[in-house]
T-cell receptor, first 113, second 112 residues
Framework: DGGITQSPKYLFRKEGQNVTLSCEQN?????MYWYRQDPGQGLRLIYY???????QKGDIAEGYSVSREKKESFPLTVTSAQKNPTAFYLC????????????FGPGTRLTVL | GEDVEQSLFLSVREGDSSVINCTYT??????LYWYKQEPGAGLQLLTY?????DMKQDQRLTVLLNKKDKHLSLRIADTQTGDSAIYFC????????????FGTGTKLQVIP
């Protein structure tokens, strides 16, 4: 059963703590992405990776970090430097297919207390 | 920078047609997409259209593209309560890294 998984579904964090969100895919996709979703603002790109051991900043990378040590995995760390981290985080992956469809995970809702 | 705009909310009665509209600014867009997001879930691709097409029909879904006006629409015929969701318009380009730009999303409410 191919797909993309994110864990946990809900995450609570105290201010000043770093937290890591997991994203795993078994679709054999080369590219992976992290988006942040806030009400009324759509999806904003945080980081993306086109290939293992390489990643690029998206539009709102400040306060976030990523790694891509394996093709299947693209974890996102929300650091204490992120000023407003409470949001819904979505991970996606895609292949270099003709229509560039992105496949999304179920999301992680992060709440900072 | 590139922008994709949608109205935030649409309410229709069950059985009616829904039309969700989108405008985009990048004239070099190659693909335009409609994604659906159900509450608390990720996005799922509904349909897409290549930029050299005017229309695409897929069962209850009809996509219309006016490239001159940079306007994309999604028509859902015989709207059902299960169609209640947020619908995102998006565009991307071919070649190299294919960044996808998403709109703000339109929340469709279907009234029984």
């Amino acid at each position: 059963d191919g797909g993309i998984t994110q864990s946990p579904k809900y995450l609570f964090r105290k201010e000043g703590q770093n937290v890591t969100l997991s994203c795993e895919q078994n679709l054999n996709h080369d590219a992976m992405y992290w988006y942040r979703q806030d009400p009324g603002q759509g999806l904003r790109l945080i980081y993306y990776s086109q290939i293992v051991n390489d990643f690029q900043k998206g539009d709102i990378a400040e306060g976030y970090s990523v790694s891509r040590e394996k093709k299947e995995s693209f974890p996102l760390t929300v650091t204490s430097a992120q000023k407003n981290p409470t949001a819904f985080y979505l991970c996606a992956s895609s292949t270099w297919d003709s229509n560039n469809e992105q496949f999304f995970g179920p999301g992680t809702r992060l709440t900072v207390l | 920078g590139e922008d994709v705009e949608q109205s935030l909310f649409l309410s229709v009665r069950e059985g009616d047609s829904s039309v969700i509209n989108c405008t985009y600014t990048d004239s070099s867009s190659t693909y335009l997409y409609w994604y659906k997001q159900e509450p608390g879930a990720g996005l799922q691709l509904l349909t897409y259209i290549f930029s050299n097409m005017d229309m695409k029909q897929d069962q209850r879904l009809t996509v219309l593209l006016n490239k001159k006006d940079k306007h994309l629409s999604l028509r859902i015929a015989d709207t059902q309560t299960g169609d209640s969701a947020i619908y995102f318009c998006a565009d991307s380009h071919s070649g190299g890294y294919q960044k996808v730009t998403f709109g703000t999303g339109t929340k469709l409410q279907v009234i029984p």
